[in-house]
């Protein structure tokens, strides 16, 4: 005998290659920020090669970069929660990009220092 369908919704073939994307807003942990890249450390992996939009901020200093993964590498469990270390390579930087990822390196050394002495 038979099952039931038991789909409620109608549904459709697609034709072709689909595509789509996806934004998906997961804060990450920057370990090391260079003005070429970041080491971040995340519960999600990213594809090495893949390609994505990046927003760093400092207190009032924001920057916006494209990067792309250049390694991936599993940290070791702390628990239940696996993580993940990532460098991300800078893509097309601007002048005023770059100006800004200076300023939340050099900020980020002024408060090493303060904290050191």
Do not use: N, Y
Request: hydrophobic share 45%; aromatic share 4%; proline share 6%.
């Amino acid at each position: 005998m038979p099952l039931a369908d038991r789909r409620l919704a109608s549904r459709f073939d697609i034709v072709g290659e689909p595509w789509g994307t996806l934004d998906a807003l997961e804060p990450m942990r920057v370990r090391d920020l260079a003005p070429g890249g970041v080491l971040v450390e995340s519960p999600t992996p990213l594809a090495v090669g893949s390609v994505h939009e990046l927003e760093l901020i400092d207190g009032t200093i924001t920057a916006r970069v494209r990067a792309t993964v250049r390694h991936l590498s599993a940290l070791r469990p702390q628990g239940a929660r696996r993580r993940f270390l990532m460098g991300l390579e800078f893509l097309d930087l601007d002048a005023q990009t770059s100006a800004g990822i200076e300023r939340i390196i050099d900020e980020q050394s002024a408060h090493a220092f303060r904290k050191g002495a």
